[in-house]
């Protein structure tokens, strides 16, 4: 027991003493106990009591049933819904995930043993304070990730955890216990019953925590070798040209460092130079070349998120982005409209990020000269924005009906006259009006 007090939400508050007054146990527990003592805002509130779940309905007017086999029921208070699960043992675990069934029970102990990680096995309610059978305040203040009980064990239970563990610590700031580290290694290849949308979670929290170097630790236990084998070839390939200092994989590490926690740059800089392995060629001078991988990379990124089922938007935004991440231009209003209009004018801010996390996750051979020529890029764009400037085929002065309507015909001929007017612009912005167009048009002259 401990006499640490967490301030609990009235509605929560409410649950476990409803339950306390009927005969029953009930506790805050989980994550909602660890980050509360962290001093983090917990996303959610999990509830555990002794009673089954029917005895839990009897006791409130709304409720639904979330996973009853399982134990657990949402109580509805002020239209937020509360999961308050019974007490239980898991059965066996065939699948690297589920249990085949579970047994319920009235002792608090038994099902605070079947969680993952000492800091996620506390409970708490007023009356007896944090219980903390298993050491979790003291892996808290030890920032730790430890396993409950014997880590393989608990890895061969859930194969989830082994990648939780991991963006538990980088999320956290904690280190991994080496048990647990055991664990993770010798169970690895068990990730590959875990569904791809749960991986897909997993990452993408753990590569948006303020630590995304932590995919270098589940690179050294064999974790990505499972789900993200790309990622390996990259950790193992060198780069021998001045323009480097890291292997792929290590560049790949300190590029997701150098540009802020947004899910869409964070698996841009991940996936950026995935093509570099299958397009690496060496000169006679030993000097290695990456001539044209950022095609490789576009397709190899494609197949990793629909692999990983990325949904439509971020696999549309993120390939472009890499496709593009070695695009340059000089600093000239005419070569950045271009490059804004190639791009994609909705991501080229994005851009701009990603080329600069890749220039200051390379040598410093030229980097000077190269920030000196994204920053002269990044304030003429904002003079174009500033002036309006920006132009697409959509927002093109004529479309293709005015086209028809001067005289041409429907089909690849204004196709490429729409192509030959947009180019124009991009150079000329001035010149975007529907009359000065169709008078190029009808005059045919050269700009």
């Known amino acids: 027991m401990n006499n640490f007090n967490i301030k609990l939400p009235d509605d929560v508050q409410?649950?476990?003493?409803?339950?306390?007054?009927?005969?029953f146990e009930a506790y805050a527990v989980?994550?909602?106990v660890r980050d509360s003592i962290l001093g983090r805002e917990p996303g959610d509130w999990d509830i555990t009591t002794s009673a089954m779940p029917?005895?839990?309905?009897?006791?409130?007017?709304k409720t639904f049933d979330t996973g009853i086999e399982h134990g657990t029921i949402t109580v509805l208070l002020n239209h937020e819904g509360y999961e308050v699960t019974t007490y239980r043992i898991d059965g066996k675990y065939e699948d690297s995930r589920h249990p085949k069934e579970v047994t319920f029970t009235r002792n608090l102990k038994e099902d605070l043993l079947r969680r993952d990680f000492t800091i996620n096995a506390m409970a708490y309610n007023d009356k007896d304070g944090i219980v903390d059978i298993f050491g979790g305040m003291q892996d808290l203040e030890k920032h730790m990730i430890r396993?409950?009980?014997?880590?393989?064990?608990?890895?061969?239970?859930d194969a989830l955890r082994i990648l939780r563990g991991v963006r538990f610590a980088a999320q956290l700031g904690f280190e991994i216990d080496e048990e647990t580290k055991e664990g993770m290694k010798l169970l690895a290849p068990t990730l590959e019953n875990i569904s791809a949308e749960r991986i897909q979670v997993e990452l993408v929290k753990m590569l948006t925590s303020d630590r995304p170097e932590l995919i270098r630790t589940a690179y050294e236990l064999g974790i990505t070798k499972i789900f993200l084998p790309e990622f390996d070839r990259m950790m193992e390939t060198e780069q021998e040209t001045p323009h480097h200092m890291y292997t792929v994989g290590e560049h790949t590490i300190h590029a997701m460092m150098n540009v802020r926690n947004d899910k869409i740059l964070r698996l841009t800089m991940l996936l950026h130079d995935t093509g570099k392995p299958e397009y690496?060629?060496?000169?006679?001078?030993?000097?290695a070349h990456f001539k044209m991988h950022a095609l490789g990379s576009e397709r190899i990124a494609k197949e990793v998120l629909r692999r990983l089922k990325f949904d439509n938007d971020t696999l549309h935004k993120v390939t472009r982005l890499v496709l593009n991440h070695d695009y340059r231009m000089p600093a000239v209003?005419?070569?950045?409209?271009?490059?804004?209009?190639k791009i994609g004018e909705d991501i080229f801010p994005y851009y701009m990020e990603v080329r600069r996390a890749d220039v200051l996750a390379q040598s410093e051979y030229r980097r000077a000269e190269k920030l000196k020529n994204l920053d002269e890029v990044e304030q003429t764009y904002a003079e174009i924005i500033e002036k309006g400037q920006c132009v697409s085929l959509k927002e093109l002065a004529v479309t293709g009906?005015?086209?028809?309507?001067?005289?041409?015909?429907?089909?690849k001929e204004i196709g490429e006259k729409l192509n030959e007017l947009l180019n124009l612009v991009i150079e000329n912005p001035e010149m975007n009006t529907k009359e000065t167009l169709l008078n190029y048009i009808s005059t045919d002259k050269e700009v």
């Open 14 to 23: 409410f649950i476990i003493h409803t339950l306390q007054l009927h005969g």
């Open 30 to 32: 989980g994550g909602c």
């Open 54 to 61: 029917e005895e839990t309905k009897a006791l409130f007017d």
């Open 147 to 157: 396993c409950v009980g014997n880590a393989r064990e608990r890895f061969s239970e």
């Open 280 to 287: 690496k060629t060496m000169d006679e001078d030993g000097v």
């Open 333 to 341: 209003p005419k070569n950045v409209r271009r490059a804004m209009n």
């Open 401 to 411: 009906r005015d086209l028809i309507r001067a005289g041409m015909k429907p089909g």
